[in-house]
């Protein structure tokens, strides 16, 4: 057991069994009204522990100060409180299992799923700890209310122990980031921090400064309806069309179930509509701008193919940027990642950098001006029913940001 270990696993399994999914089809910002309450009840801890400056935008983020007690740059800490709406989010059961064994994890509520150290090794390497889970039929939040959790735990540790070195900090604690929005044109001048870092990681050691770039597509397709009984040469099919839109485009080396380490990809993420309409959503993600480029010229070339093919159909592709690989701004100023590094290396965690297959708000804020690296959490296999923290790997988090805003205080002349 650390110091931290009892309230982080109360802080995760509190915030985690709020529901504050996020939702890419809505058009206000938060996208949910469930993601108030979080951020509500995050504004209220932040008061309570004696944070300064404690507001909750209309932006939906939370902001806070904790006040500098040495010379230093201001650097900022961000952690997301929706989670992803890829599955299930709604009636999450945390449960926690102390002493873990290093044998299978069965799920109360879900009889035949089993989280084997077999199949996900770096689960062999927590027996001993504290292991958070959901029931089986949601995700558990992990992502990112674990990093929440940690940002949580270390401002009330340094509220309550001011002979801690530190310069100023800020906190922000942002919604939607699961679906791109999570960083508002106003956050960067609110923030006001010289650089930043998101909790927002995965295994033990990892400082990340490098993201996917990153486009979102949406294909829409008009067909001609008429009564299939009298559609002879007249009606034109927009599933049909979408099919072969889905069909025509890489399966074999393109899609995200057949890359892995640099390669990016072309995902399908949803079709909604009938026969005489049809939408698809398509994500692009490419760690370089020229390789992105490509894949939203390939989506459009077979849409314009297979336009030719029905010139009574109308299929239109609209493709939005959505975030840029951080590496390309930070890359030019590593003093937020060598800092990152130090404070692994101070607390005896060997520092790790591996490209981010997705992204992070730290992508869009580095992208606007605030340089943001993403530092680990412990999250594992998010985004699903076998999503799973361990408590000391939180801890090891929570012990690196506190070495950070040490490594960072200019010692007194």
């Known amino acids: 057991m650390t110091q931290f270990d009892a309230e982080l696993a109360t802080r995760l399994t509190r915030y985690a069994a709020l529901d504050s999914q996020s939702d890419a089809a809505s058009p206000t910002g938060p996208s949910t009204e469930i993601q108030w309450n979080i951020l509500r009840l995050l504004a209220e801890e932040l008061t309570q522990i004696g944070a300064a400056e ?17 010379q230093g740059p201001t650097i900022g800490f961000l952690a997301h409180v929706d989670t992803a709406p890829q599955f299930n989010a709604t009636g999450v059961k945390p449960r926690t299992i102390h002493g ?41 939040g992990a992502d990112d209310k674990a990093g929440v ?10 509220l309550e122990n001011p002979q801690i070195p530190h310069g100023k900090i800020r906190i922000a604690f942002t919604p939607d980031e699961e679906i791109g929005r999570g960083v508002d044109k106003r956050l960067p001048a609110d923030l006001k921090a010289d650089f930043a870092y998101t909790f927002d990681g995965g295994a033990v050691g990892e400082v990340e400064y490098e993201s996917f770039s990153a486009d979102g597509a949406v294909v829409t397709i008009k067909g001609v309806s008429i009564h299939p009984g009298t559609a002879m040469g007249r009606m034109v099919n927009a599933i049909t069309l979408a099919a072969k839109i889905i069909a025509a485009l890489p399966q074999a080396t393109m899609t995200p179930e057949t890359t892995a380490n640099r390669d990016g990809f072309i995902h399908a993420t949803d079709m909604t509509g009938g ?3 049809m939408t698809l959503h398509f994500i692009l993600r490419d760690f370089e701008r020229d390789g992105l480029a490509q894949k939203g010229e390939i989506l459009r070339r077979v849409c314009e193919a297979v336009q030719a093919t029905e010139p009574r159909a109308d299929i239109t ?32 965690v060997d520092p790790v950098s591996v490209p981010i297959r997705g992204g992070t708000d730290g992508s869009r804020l580095t992208e606007m ?18 999503e799973w923290v361990s408590v000391q790997d939180m801890a090891q988090a929570t012990d690196l940001l506190l070495a950070l805003v040490q490594e960072a205080a200019v010692p007194k002349p």
């Open 149 to 158: 959790a940690i940002i949580m735990t270390a401002a009330r540790h340094l």
């Open 54 to 70: 404690v507001t909750l935008t209309d932006y939906g983020t939370v902001l806070a100060t904790i006040p500098a007690t040495a």
């Open 275 to 277: 026969a005489a309409e």
């Open 100 to 140: 873990y064994n290093g044998g299978d994890i069965t799920f109360p509520d879900a009889p035949g799923l089993t989280l084997s150290p077999t199949d996900f090794p770096y689960l062999a390497t927590k027996q001993g700890h504290t292991i958070v889970t959901a029931s089986g039929t949601t995700l558990l």
């Open 369 to 386: 001006g605030v340089p943001c690296p993403n530092l680990f959490t412990g999250m594992q296999n998010i985004h699903g029913p076998l």
């Open 317 to 348: 592709c609209t493709i939005t940027p959505q975030y840029r690989n951080m590496r390309y701004w930070l890359e030019t100023d590593m003093t937020p990642v060598d800092l990152a590094r130090r404070a692994c290396t101070r607390i005896g």
